[in-house]
């Protein structure tokens, strides 16, 4: 079984409907992400929280929210889908490691979204 | 503002041939660089570097990271066609990742 897992794998929608992206880990990690891809920009940071109490705005937050449920759960929301939303979006889950320094990253298959 | 910029953005090369992948970094609270492997698909992860100098192996990969100078290397001897993807490097800033636009690799039979 996938250690990070996302839901769902491909959507489509329209302008101005709410998107629920869905992230859950068994991997036992305090740390989770949110990134969206586009072609020849990399990956960019949406949101990150470090706890379940802890949720943090990343480079390019402007238009998504999030939540975290528990410390297996992250979720994305498009408020209001707009074109410019269309991307690939992946969740990671990190831990700390015993040097103090932030363990690598691990990335969910992720999410093909298609705003029309 | 932080950035990391990776180059070349692309590269074709035949089987065989050695690559070298270059990316330099700015970040603010720099932690640690990381290199990851995209096949069309979730980024998988090859090395953490956070020591200057210290060359990491892997097969046929090695990294190294240069803090003074603010840069790494990927370097992939003897390529082969399962070689092909794109490389990301990232910086690691107060525990977020910075990334590059990421290098594609073509490795032709």
């Known amino acids: 079984d996938a250690d990070v897992t996302q839901t769902p794998r491909n959507r489509i929608t329209k302008t101005g409907k709410r998107i629920m992206l869905e992230c859950s880990q068994t991997k036992g990690h305090d740390r989770m992400y949110w990134y969206r891809q586009d072609p020849g920009l990399g990956l960019r940071l949406i949101y990150y929280?470090?706890?379940?109490?802890?949720?943090n705005k990343g480079e390019i937050s402007d238009g998504y929210s999030v939540s975290r449920q528990a410390q297996a759960k992250f979720s994305l929301s498009l408020e209001s889908a707009i074109p410019n939303q269309t991307a690939l979006y992946f969740c990671?889950?990190?831990?700390?490691?015993?040097?103090?320094?932030?363990?690598?990253?691990?990335f969910g298959p992720g999410t093909r979204l298609t705003v029309l | 503002e932080d950035k990391v910029v990776q180059s070349p953005l692309s590269l074709v090369v035949h089987e065989g041939d050695t690559v070298t992948l270059n990316c330099s970094y700015e970040?603010?609270?720099?932690?640690?660089l990381l290199w990851y492997k995209q096949e069309k698909k979730a980024p998988t992860f090859l090395f953490m570097l956070?020591?200057?100098?210290i060359e990491k192996k892997s097969g046929r990969l090695s990294s190294i990271l240069d803090k003074k100078e603010l840069f790494s290397i990927l370097n992939i001897t003897a390529t082969q066609t399962g070689d092909s993807a794109v490389y990301l490097c990232?910086?690691?800033?107060?525990?977020?990742?910075?990334f590059g636009a990421g290098t594609q690799v073509v490795v032709t039979p």
């Open positions: 990671a889950t990190s831990d700390l490691g015993t040097s103090g320094r932030n363990n690598e990253q691990f």
């Open positions: 929280s470090f706890d379940v109490k802890d949720i």
């Open positions: 970040v603010t609270n720099f932690r640690s």
């Open positions: 956070t020591s200057s100098g």
């Open positions: 990232a910086a690691d800033s107060w525990g977020k990742l910075q």
